[in-house]
Nanobody
Framework: QVQLVESGGGLVQPGGSLRLSCAASTSFFNINVMGWYRQAPGKERELVAALTSNDITNYADSVKGRFTISRDNAKNTVYLQMNSLKPEDTAVYYC???????????WGQGTQVTVSS
């Protein structure tokens, strides 16, 4: 069982920045992909950014050039740096991890990001 704990959400004005964190209860050695998803009211959950164990990244077109996914292996933590935020980025953001050995997918509890003036 892998637990994922997100933090860093909040209210920010358009054009502002936030950094989300997701701490995993297991070493990244046991995880082959970590990602951030988001779900806005009335919409389906969508992939925002993903990072593989060999450092390949994937971003949604809507966030390319504004968001950056990274990780700290020593802290078992993945980050999502969000810059130039727009009102349409408002959503609950979820951390996601796929276990290397069991292929099980785990989810965090979500953190709210609201972009509004």
């Amino acid at each position: 069982q892998v637990q994922l704990v997100e933090s860093g959400g909040g209210l920010v004005q358009p054009g502002g920045s936030l950094r989300l964190s997701c701490a995993a209860s297991t070493s990244f050695f046991n995880i082959n992909v970590m990602g951030w998803y988001r779900q806005a009211p009335g919409k389906e959950r969508e992939l925002v950014a993903a990072l593989t164990s060999n450092d390949i990244t994937n971003y949604a077109d809507s966030v390319k050039g504004r968001f950056t996914i990274s990780r700290d292996n020593a802290k078992n933590t993945v980050y999502l740096q969000m810059n130039s935020l727009k009102p349409e980025d408002t959503a609950v953001y979820y951390c996601n991890a796929r276990h290397r050995w069991t292929n099980t997918v785990y989810w965090g509890q979500g953190t709210q990001v609201t972009v509004s003036s």
